[in-house]
């Protein structure tokens, strides 16, 4: 069965440093997103992406987030020059866009990062 | 209560009984779903519900929305030891780019 990937399982880095979060989506999927949970918290839409752009972004998403689809297969989210609060779980999910408005978000296992 | 609200904020029950979680969300949407997440692992889409729809089956999953009351309830038929995980509704306000809001979500125990 189709699933999305995420990699690393687990990060830790120094705050300060940039990490790149890597995610594999479901191949004939438009859609792309990205939600984060921090521990014992809801899980947070941070951004949503189509046709190569941004669509939509939440407050969290600032300037030292971003994110890219370098390819056709990978979906990266960039953390500029990380800080404590970034420590979380991140989670990549993938839609296919096919039919009604509003689907199935597929997700991956998940990224987690820890800030020291 | 926030968007996304759901209770109890946990449960506990034998294996063979039914579970019952309720959400309760604010603001307007286009569809409500809920999922799964085991502890530490990624989260799986159970079950879609649009505002037009007023209840939705799947094997032993039953949705119902209620959008003048703003809330929805999942049930668990004949629960099972691997149904112990937590458990999560999220609104889409718009269908449209699946800006999901999340609640805190259900820890649901099913004992053997």
């Known amino acids: 069965e189709p699933e999305v990937t995420q990699t690393p399982s687990h990060q830790v880095t120094q705050m300060g440093q940039e990490v790149i979060l890597r995610c594999v989506p479901i191949?004939?999927?438009?859609?792309f997103y990205w939600y984060r949970q921090i521990l014992g918290q809801k899980v947070e839409f941070l951004v949503s992406?189509?046709?190569?752009?941004?669509?939509?972004k939440s407050e969290i998403f600032d300037d030292q987030f971003s994110v890219e689809r370098p390819d056709g297969s990978n979906f990266t989210l960039k953390i500029r020059s990380t800080k404590l609060e970034d420590s979380a779980m991140y989670f990549c999910?993938?839609?296919?866009?096919?039919?009604?408005?509003?689907?199935?978000?597929?997700f991956g296992e998940g990224s987690r990062l820890t800030v020291l | 209560s926030q968007q996304g609200e759901e209770d109890p904020q946990a449960l506990s029950i034998q294996e063979g009984e039914n579970a019952t979680m309720n959400c309760s969300y604010k603001t307007s949407i286009n569809n409500l779903q809920w999922y799964r997440q085991n502890s530490g692992r990624g989260l799986v889409h159970l079950i879609l519900?649009?505002?037009?729809?007023r209840e939705k089956h799947s094997g032993r999953l039953r949705v119902t929305l209620d959008t003048s009351k703003k809330s929805s309830s999942l049930l668990i038929t004949a629960s099972r030891a691997a149904d112990t995980a937590s458990y999560f509704c999220a609104t889409d306000p718009t269908g449209a780019n699946s800006k999901l809001t999340f609640g805190k979500g259900i820890t649901l125990s099913v004992r053997p």
């Open positions: 999910a993938s839609e296919s866009g096919s039919g009604l408005l509003g689907g199935e978000l597929f």
């Open positions: 519900i649009r505002s037009n729809e």
């Open positions: 191949s004939n999927h438009l859609y």
């Open positions: 992406f189509y046709n190569n752009e941004i669509s939509e």
